[in-house]
Structure formats: structure tokens, C-alpha cells
């Protein structure tokens, strides 16, 4: 019997009868890109804070890679290596999402672990405040932040 070789994309195929439902893919034989080291992200989660993104390493090296910003673990419409943390981030982990594409061979994509919970900026105190006035019972105290 013949060896029959199919690419399939989203169809349903009808083999000596039998229904075979398949979901987007690619020939088996066609390579895929892989994941050598996942993504990682540097920086303080920390609102105003910019967290910045390392792709990982892939097989083959020459691979190319686009990142998404995700904020627990949804889509947050950026993209690129670096993220400024703004209001909306605060209280939510964030992560990136790596695809990797190479001629010739399927994407591969890859999560960063998540960072910790998006905090609001340290208050940082440059000058004490201070009490003018006589410090009596019946007299008018004067606080200047």
C-alpha cells in the first residue's frame, strides 16, 4: 500500500471512510524551531519601573523572535524588549511571550516565568516636616510639610 503525505490546515479528512477531525498544522515531517533556553525578564516590578526582556535561545541559532508583553498572562498589546510599568500593571504579574520562526520550519513560542506582583514606587521622604509655634496649652501650633 502507498504512503499518502498531507499538509493540513483546518479540515476534515475522510480516510477509507473514517472521519479524522484536524486541527491548523504542519506535514509531520516538517522540523520545528526549539526551545534551547526560555525567555527571561530583568528589573524591579515596580510601578515606573522598566522591566527588560532576554528571548531565550533557540535551534536553529539564526532564528528570529518577536516578544509580547503579557499581564497575567494576557496580551497587553506591547511588544519589544523593554517595558515601562504604568497604573494598570500595578497588583498583576507580568511575563513575555517569545515566538521563534525560522525558514523551512514551524514557530515555537515560549513563556517567561512571571515576575512578582507590580508594586506602587517607595515614598521617598526629602525633608522632614516641621512644627513652628510655642508649645503651650492654648497656643496656636504651625505644621509646614
Known sequence: MGRIRALVTTATVLVLGA??????AVAADDPTVTVV??????????YGSVLTATPGTY???DATTSIAWLRDGRDTGRTG???????????????VRVTASASGRSDVTA???STASVRWK???????????GVRRFGRVLTAKP
Do not use: Q
Open 59 to 61: 535551534d536553529p541559532s
Open 37 to 46: 533556553s526560555k525567555p527571561t525578564i530583568t528589573g524591579t516590578a515596580r
Open 81 to 95: 524588549s523593554r517595558y515601562e510599568l504604568t497604573a494598570p500593571d500595578h497588583g498583576h504579574r507580568i511575563s
Open 111 to 113: 513563556d517567561s516565568p
Open 122 to 132: 517607595e515614598l521617598v521622604v526629602t525633608k522632614s516636616p516641621s512644627i513652628d
Open 19 to 24: 472521519s479524522l477531525l484536524a486541527s491548523p
